[in-house]
């Protein structure tokens, strides 16, 4: 599974993918300019991971000029709201899931993205540096 969320709106993009890699990766770059109105910048968080640090990606990246790429630092992906997103998924469809075969986990996933997107908001961030001993 591949998938963006658009932080604005908390609403994921998904895709199911056969592989993990460039060809793929970039085939979903596509599809998230392909939604997104022409005049608007498109930011990217990205991990670190081969399909996003491939030569096939920064070169369809560099022809892109409308994506702004921002690589998390290594072992950081919390950072990336998607992985939040992934997270909830793994909670609430995966952990105790009842799969009769790849189709079935697959469309099961869809979905909770698609019941999700109907009632998503944006995730708030809070962060309390104050110590209580």
Known sequence: MIAAMDVATGKV???DVARN???HFIEFLEQ???SIEATLAIHVVL???SSHRSKATKKWLSEHPRFVV???PVHASWLNQVEAFFSILTRK???RGDFVSRDDLVT???NFIEHRNQTATPFK???NATRTT
């Open 13 to 15: 993009i998904a895709n």
């Open 21 to 23: 890699d460039s060809a």
């Open 32 to 34: 998230i300019e392909a």
């Open 47 to 49: 991990d670190n991971g």
């Open 70 to 72: 921002h690589h998390t």
């Open 93 to 95: 469809v995966l952990r």
């Open 108 to 110: 099961k996933m869809l």
């Open 125 to 127: 961030w809070v962060y």
